[in-house]
């Protein structure tokens, strides 16, 4: 959440999406929706750049209404998807900045001076995206089956007294256990860093994120690499080719590879960063 304007609450508040240079096609614009209590998205125009906007009630857009309701995961979903649809409007036509989720100003005038302000970064990042999108790669560790499980008989005692060797042996088998475990997870890794040196060959840049917990993913194996590759779109073809044979049964057993795209590349379009500083390696051309 971005709230840029300080001061009292104003009837309303205007609620900027994205930046682009090309204005979206006017049709595509006036059907598509932003949030629900906002009114229709327009363009508003800011030196050579044109940001896709809407108008919302200050009431449930102030900071105060805003940070109530991204607490509740359904309000969030739903700000979440309302602003992603605002930055889809915002793409028709060519490369889009999105700019974080609630970014707000109070008016037009503050809106377009805020964008004016960062030409130069959102020129760079135009540049960069254009005719590029966004692929998201998962890699989690494979499924170990269920451990068999512990033996309760007389002879897996503490392994005192005479009837030591029963212990000893439970032990043994408990130090092999976390060797194969460990052994697994290594393995797992060194996969998993494969997939990703292989798929960097079909991307001009990639950044890693934080890997989801299990709560999260669903999954009771680990989640190993998350990672955003930008990838030219006259090597989307080769790049899916590449995710088909790293997916191909059998060919990394020790991991699971889940991809989705091409997405509007958010990953690579911080305009709060230095665009020339590569979000995680540039890989050269």
């Not at 970014?103 to 377009?112: I, K, N, Q, V, W």
Request: aromatic share 4%; hydrophobic share 40%; net charge neutral.
């Amino acid at each position: 959440m971005s709230t840029t304007a300080a001061g009292p609450a104003a009837p309303g508040v205007v609620c900027v999406f994205a930046v682009t240079r090309t204005p979206p096609d006017p049709a595509a614009l006036a059907a598509a929706r932003g949030h629900e209590e906002g009114g229709p998205l327009r363009v508003l125009s800011a030196g050579d750049l044109c940001l896709v906007v809407q108008d919302v009630p200050a009431a449930l857009f102030d900071a105060e209404a805003l940070t109530e309701r991204l607490n509740r995961p359904d309000d969030l979903e739903r700000c979440a998807r309302a602003h992603h649809r605002g930055v889809e409007a915002a793409a028709g036509r060519g490369p889009v900045v999105p700019l974080p989720m609630a970014t707000l100003y109070r008016g037009d005038l503050t809106a377009a001076r805020a964008v004016a302000a960062r030409q130069p970064v959102l020129d760079t990042l135009l540049d960069r995206l254009r005719d590029r999108t966004e692929w998201a790669v998962k890699v989690h560790a494979a499924e170990a089956p269920p451990e068999p499980g512990t033996d309760t008989g007389s002879g897996s005692g503490s392994g005192s007294g005479s009837d030591g060797g029963g212990g000893r042996a439970y032990l043994t088998r408990i130090s092999a256990r976390r060797r194969d475990r460990q052994g697994a997870h290594d393995r797992a890794l060194a996969e998993a860093e494969a997939v990703d040196a292989e798929l960097r060959r079909y991307a001009v840049a990639a950044t890693r994120h934080r890997p989801q917990s299990e709560r999260l993913t669903g999954r009771r194996a680990p989640q190993l690499l998350n990672i955003a590759y930008l990838v030219e779109d006259a090597r989307r073809t080769a790049f899916a080719e590449a995710l088909a044979r790293l997916t191909a049964d059998g060919r990394r057993p020790a991991v699971r590879v889940d991809a989705s795209g091409p997405w509007i590349p958010y990953s690579f379009a911080r305009w709060d960063e230095d665009p020339q500083a590569a979000p995680d390696q540039e890989v050269p051309a």
